[in-house]
Structures are given as C-alpha cells and as structure tokens.
C-alpha cells in the first residue's frame, strides 16, 4: 500500500502523517514513513538546494530536474524496495506536487512533466492520496508561526516566500487533480481542528485498509 500526502503549506499533512503512524503500529503494520524532497542522503543534499532562500537564482526547469533527480533516488533506493517488501509506504509529498508546483503554479508544460518522469523512472502510482485542502491565507500564516517558533532557522523558506497567487495556483492544481481522480484522492478539509482531521483520518484508513 503506497499513501501519499498532498497540500498547500501550513496543512497539516506532516502531524497527521505521524497519526497515521500511529495508527499503523496500532493495528501491527509494518510501515516506512519518508518524504519528498529527501528520504535519502543525497535527497536530503538535494531538498537543501531545492528550499534555501539562497536559491532564489534557480531557473523553473532546473528546479523541475532536481525535484526528478531526488525523486529518481528516492523511488530506486526506499519506495520500491519497501512496496516490494510489502510496507505500508508513507509519503509526505510525491509527483502530484511536481504536476502542481512546477506545472500549475510555475507554468511548466504538465506533459513535459510527465514524460521526463517516464524516461527516467519508474514511477509506483499511489494507492491512496491524501489532499489536504486549505485557503492558502490561513496555511501561510500557520506555517510562518511555526517557522518563527523554530529555534534553529532552517532557511528552508523559498517556498513560503512565493506570492499569495502563486499559492492559489497551487491549491487550485491539487483540486483539479483530485477532480480528474477522485478513486485515488481523499480531499480533507484542512480547515477543521487537528483532532477533527485525525478522526476523518483514520475513519479513510480503516475503511481502506482495514481495523
Ligand atoms: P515540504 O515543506 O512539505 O517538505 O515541501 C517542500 C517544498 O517543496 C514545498 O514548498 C513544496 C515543494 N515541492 C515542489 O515544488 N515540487 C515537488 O515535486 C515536491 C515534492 C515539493
């Protein structure tokens, strides 16, 4: 079972992937739990460029190639070998992100997209994909107290620093995503309290993948 977590900033969908966790261990699952960019050494090197302010200069296709690479190792070294070992795969972020951030927001060719991913990859389709839908306002400002809060900055901001359109553009992509496979995507509505979210978490797991 591959599970994926999708979302604006600020969401929620890394707590909620800890319930899920927990969720996993209390029903005795074996699960591996990862995210993109990273999940790997050389992945975890790759989301440092990917997210540093400093990386202001990166052109959109570049930025499209590095998101490929680290997802190019991470499926080859984690996601595949886990799936074959028959682990519950978590993953906070995967291609759906690409199409969104790069295609929908960015303004890159989703065609583009998907054709670099099938020349180098083979790309595991999630079972289930968790979108965590929310007004771009409100999950800005959470996720900018959090990073406040933090006691060591990370830097890893270029992102929260695009524009309110640009994150607009991002929320509108997962939804018209979500439209065109509503089989694989569970919208949730990441407006909800964090225990509300949790319920409507777990109440989808159980119904698919059981108790
Ligand atoms: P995170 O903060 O949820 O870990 O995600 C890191 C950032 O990377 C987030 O702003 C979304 C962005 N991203 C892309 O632009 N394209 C991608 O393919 C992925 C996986 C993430």
Not at 14 to 43: C, H, N, S, W
Not at 73 to 99: F, M, N, W
Not at 152 to 180: D, M, P, W
Request: charge should be negative; aromatic fraction near 8%.
């Amino acid at each position: 079972m591959f599970i994926t977590l999708e979302g604006i900033e600020g969401s929620g969908k890394t707590t909620q992937a800890g319930y899920m966790v927990e969720f996993l261990e209390d029903t005795g699952r074996e699960y591996f739990i990862t995210r993109e960019p990273g999940g790997t050494k050389i992945g975890e090197k790759i989301r440092s460029i990917l997210l540093d302010t400093e990386s202001k200069g990166l052109t959109p296709h570049a930025e499209l190639l590095l998101y490929i690479a680290d997802r190019v190792q991470h499926v080859q070294e984690k996601i595949l070998p886990a799936l074959s070992k028959g682990l519950t795969v978590i993953c906070d972020r995967y291609y759906d992100a690409t199409l969104v951030y790069q295609g929908y927001a960015r303004g890159l060719d989703l065609k583009l997209i998907q054709k670099l991913h099938e020349i180098v990859l083979e790309n595991p389709k999630p079972d289930i994909t968790f979108l965590f839908d929310l007004s771009p306002e409100i999950g800005l400002k959470r996720a900018w107290t959090r990073i406040e809060k933090e006691t060591e900055n990370s830097g890893e901001t270029r992102f929260e620093e695009e524009k309110l359109s640009f994150h607009n553009k991002v929320r509108e992509g997962y939804l018209r995503l979500a439209e065109r496979e509503p089989q694989r995507f569970q919208i949730i509505d990441a407006g909800q309290t964090e225990p509300e979210v949790k319920k409507q978490i777990i109440k989808i797991l159980e119904s698919k993948i059981g108790k």
